[in-house]
């Protein structure tokens, strides 16, 4: 069996782990996605939010005191307001949350990782509000970076898990290939090795291993778009309005 725990062992060495550039589905070479931009009409509201809150929900499963905070944050929202209106009347128990977040990104890394994925959401308060006071944090940028290539790296690891379960060959090739790529002697051949035979299978017509390739394509996007917003500096300026 493979064990989340598993993950700890070799977090410092995601670069195995990834699909080279020329790989993939398709073949060709993929483009990191821009996060969502709040002033861009053709994005609306509730997906910059839905997105931000979606990588906020993965990062806190590090932590069991940040995702007891979250939890406790979601149960006192208005079930019958649409998360899209959150920028226009943000509900009071978010706005105590994320208060609660930015007092903690001091001292904590997840919770500045968590500040560092609402950034878009905190851009689009500022759209709604551009009058409204705000605080600047300063995040270590490497230490953000550690948290969130984690976070997507178990958020991967957990629906692999499940997408592979639904078919026994591809749940086999899934856990002879993770077994060996978290060992020591794991190597990034191992990672084209493996997709080698996902892309073959996804070729002949099997779905599963279509979508294994579509959820490796997703983390790798997802951590090039972390490593581009991280790399060469030492901190993150950013911009959170309504926590004063």
Same mark, same amino acid.
């Given at each position: 069996?493979? $064990?989340? =725990?598993?993950?700890?062992? *070799? ?5 195995? !782990? ?8 398709? =073949? ?14 053709? *994005? ?32 006192? !929202? ?16 978010? &706005?105590?949350?994320? &208060? =609660? ?42 230490? *953000? ?23 026994? !060959? ?7 290939? $993770?077994?060996?790529?978290s060992s020591p002697?794991?190597? &990034? ?25 579509e959820a490796v ?20 300026? *950013?911009?959170?309005? =309504?926590?004063?």
């Amino acid at each position: 069996m493979i $064990w989340r =725990g598993d993950l700890e062992l *070799v977090s410092s060495e995601w670069d195995k !782990f990834m699909a080279p550039p020329e790989r993939g589905t398709g =073949g060709g070479p993929r483009r990191s996605p821009a996060p969502p931009d709040p002033e861009d009409g053709s *994005v609306s509201d509730l997906v910059v939010i839905l997105e931000a809150m979606l990588d906020v929900k993965d990062i806190v499963q590090l932590e069991p005191d940040e995702a007891t905070q979250f939890r406790n944050a979601l149960a006192h !929202f208005d079930r019958e307001a649409s998360i899209g209106s959150w920028s226009r009347a943000e509900p009071a128990a978010l &706005r105590a949350w994320r &208060r =609660g977040v930015v007092r903690r990104a001091a001292t904590n890394d997840v919770a500045a990782a968590i500040v560092h994925a609402l950034m878009p959401y905190h851009a689009l308060l500022r759209t709604t509000a551009p009058a409204s006071a705000f605080v600047t944090l300063h995040l270590p940028a490497m230490r *953000v970076a550690i948290v969130r290539r984690r976070a997507v790296m178990t958020a991967w690891f957990e629906q692999m898990t499940q997408i592979a379960a639904c078919d026994p !060959f591809e749940q086999g090739a899934w856990m002879r290939y $993770w077994i060996i790529v978290s060992s020591p002697m794991g190597t &990034r051949a191992d990672t084209i090795t493996w997709l080698r035979g996902v892309e073959f299978r996804s070729r002949n017509g099997s779905d599963v291993a279509l979508r294994v390739l579509e959820a490796v394509q997703q983390r790798d996007e997802a951590m090039r778009v972390i490593d581009h917003a991280t790399a060469e500096i030492d901190w993150i300026e *950013v911009e959170v309005p =309504g926590v004063q």
